[in-house]
């Protein structure tokens, strides 16, 4: 695509953006995290980890005031912008009116069918998640039976940590497994909250996730979900009393609790931290072929 030439406003220029604020008497909701991006180096970095090209249709979520848009489209085939506040959805129709390949969707991306939008061809997705909504939408598109080949992101750092967390460590939890279920991840960039206006309370990261080349194979994949919440739930326990307790889907005896755990290499005092990703799948795989039978 042809680079974007708009004549309005510089949206990495943090005096240019209040001023536009200010003119639009709109004033940013805490409750929505709306934290506006303006710093031109993280955009670039991000749309640079997104490796676009001409072919790309990419899905932004929280598009704001169009910063990130307008470089995702100067690059891709095609960006679908999904905005929740009614405003900044007038706003960005009116800053890209006559920019073909931008379509701004007005709606709140939990309830947005991103399924359809897979199957139309979008296979990217970059976004300044919103803090307040960002983990159910990750979650979301991670349980996707066709997930966005690349996610590049940017997330509060406690969020990144969470993401890109090795088992044994504090950050290890449910977000992480589904994450990691199908995805490398990795941090790309630390970013300060005086690149955003107004700037946030917490420091942020830019996160880089790609589908696994080879997608470790989740056979039942309503399972492994209840599995693995049941089990972070309780987290402080012990992975063998969780199984005991667990729902009748999951629930394990002792004599069933060696045959099951063993061949994992997974011990019933260990606790849900201590356990990898592929030992998770592995444990979910066999509890469904267990009640399969």
Same mark, same amino acid.
């Given at each position: 695509?042809?680079a974007?030439?708009?004549?309005?406003?510089?949206?990495?220029?943090?005096?240019?953006?209040?001023?536009l604020l200010k003119?639009?008497?709109?004033?940013?909701s805490? !409750?929505?995290g709306?934290?506006?991006?303006?710093?031109g180096?993280?955009?670039?970095?991000?749309?640079?980890? !997104?490796?676009?090209?001409?072919?790309?249709?990419?899905?932004?979520?929280?598009p704001?005031l169009?910063?990130?848009t307008?470089?995702?489209? !100067?690059r891709?085939?095609?960006?679908?912008?999904?905005?929740?506040d009614?405003?900044?959805?007038?706003?960005l129709?009116?800053?890209?009116?006559?920019?073909?390949?931008i379509?701004?969707?007005?709606?709140?991306?939990?309830?947005?069918d991103?399924?359809?939008?897979?199957?139309?061809?979008?296979s990217?997705?970059?976004?300044?998640?919103?803090?307040s909504?960002?983990?159910r939408?990750?979650?979301?598109l991670?349980?996707m039976?066709?997930?966005?080949?690349?996610i590049?992101?940017?997330?509060q750092k406690?969020?990144?940590?969470?993401?890109?967390?090795?088992?044994g460590t504090?950050?290890?939890?449910?977000?992480?497994?589904w994450?990691q279920a199908?995805?490398e991840?990795a941090?790309?960039?630390?970013?300060s909250?005086?690149?955003f206006t107004p700037?946030? &309370?917490?420091?942020?990261?830019?996160?880089v996730?790609? &589908?696994?080349?080879?997608?470790?194979?989740?056979?039942?994949?309503?399972?492994?979900?209840?599995l693995?919440?049941?089990?972070?739930?309780? &987290?402080?326990?012990?992975?063998g009393?969780i199984?005991?307790?667990?729902?009748?889907?999951?629930?394990?005896?002792d004599g069933d609790?060696?045959?099951?755990?063993t061949?994992?290499?997974i011990?019933?005092?260990?606790r849900p931290?201590?356990?990898?990703?592929?030992q998770?799948?592995?444990?979910?795989?066999?509890?469904?072929?267990?009640t399969?039978?």
């Open positions: 695509m042809e974007l030439t708009r004549a309005f406003v510089n949206l990495t220029r943090p005096t240019e953006v209040r001023s003119q639009m008497d709109f004033h940013p805490k !409750a929505l709306q934290n506006f991006l303006t710093d180096n993280i955009v670039n970095l991000i749309v640079n980890a !997104a490796d676009l090209s001409a072919e790309d249709n990419v899905i932004e979520v929280g704001g169009g910063v990130l307008e470089a995702i489209a !100067a891709a085939h095609r960006v679908l912008a999904i905005e929740k009614h405003r900044l959805c007038g706003h129709r009116e800053y890209f009116a006559g920019v073909p390949n379509d701004i969707h007005e709606g709140d991306a939990l309830g947005f991103f399924h359809s939008a897979a199957l139309n061809g979008y990217k997705f970059i976004s300044n998640l919103p803090y909504t960002g983990n939408i990750l979650v979301e991670f349980q039976a066709d997930p966005p080949e690349l590049v992101i940017t997330v406690d969020v990144g940590d969470r993401l890109t967390a090795g088992p504090k950050n290890y939890g449910l977000l992480t497994v994450a199908g995805y991840t941090a790309r960039k630390s970013v909250p005086s690149c700037p946030p &309370r917490v420091q942020s990261s830019v996160l996730l790609k &589908r696994r080349m080879d997608p470790l194979r989740i056979e039942n994949r309503e399972l492994f979900s209840l693995i919440k049941a089990c972070f739930e309780k &987290r402080r326990k012990q992975i009393t199984l005991r307790d667990a729902p009748s889907r999951i629930h394990t005896v609790m060696e045959r099951i755990l061949p994992l290499r011990t019933p005092r260990m931290e201590e356990i990898s990703v592929e998770w799948i592995g444990l979910a795989n066999t509890l469904s072929a267990r399969s039978d």
